[in-house]
């Protein structure tokens, strides 16, 4: 069974760095796009970054450019989401998910449960 596990949350205060893991067991994250997607309370899931298979440029969102830094270790079959500078509005649950490329929301195959973050002012 694929598994995708999200690590590295926690309470941080604004300012502050975070560094959130996504382990993979089933699956080789080298052949897949990763992508970190993050929910806050009442808002709709919205997707962060993404890595395409060719670990080529990336797609962020406007709100976390030259904020969060996405990455992946292929040896640990882990990737990485590098949470700097944060604000209380980074505040959300964070999943990482796999599919061949960095697609819609809803078409991801693979899931983790997801890590909170939450960011105090």
């Known amino acids: 069974e694929v598994q995708l596990v999200e690590s590295g949350g926690g309470l941080v205060q604004a300012g502050g760095s975070l560094r959130l893991s996504c382990t993979a067991s089933e699956i080789k994250l080298e052949n897949y796009a990763i992508a970190w997607f993050r929910q806050a309370p009442g808002k709709d899931l919205e997707r962060v970054s993404c890595i395409p298979r060719s670990d080529g440029s990336e797609s962020d969102a406007d709100s976390v450019k030259g904020r969060f830094s996405i990455s992946r270790d292929k040896l640990k079959n882990t990737a990485y989401l590098e949470l700097s500078s944060l604000k209380p509005e980074d505040t959300a649950v964070y999943y990482c998910?796999?599919?061949?490329?960095?697609?819609?929301?809803?078409?991801?195959?693979?899931w983790g449960p997801g890590t909170q973050v939450t960011v105090s002012s």
């Open positions: 998910a796999a599919d061949p490329w960095c697609s819609r929301v809803d078409e991801f195959d693979y």
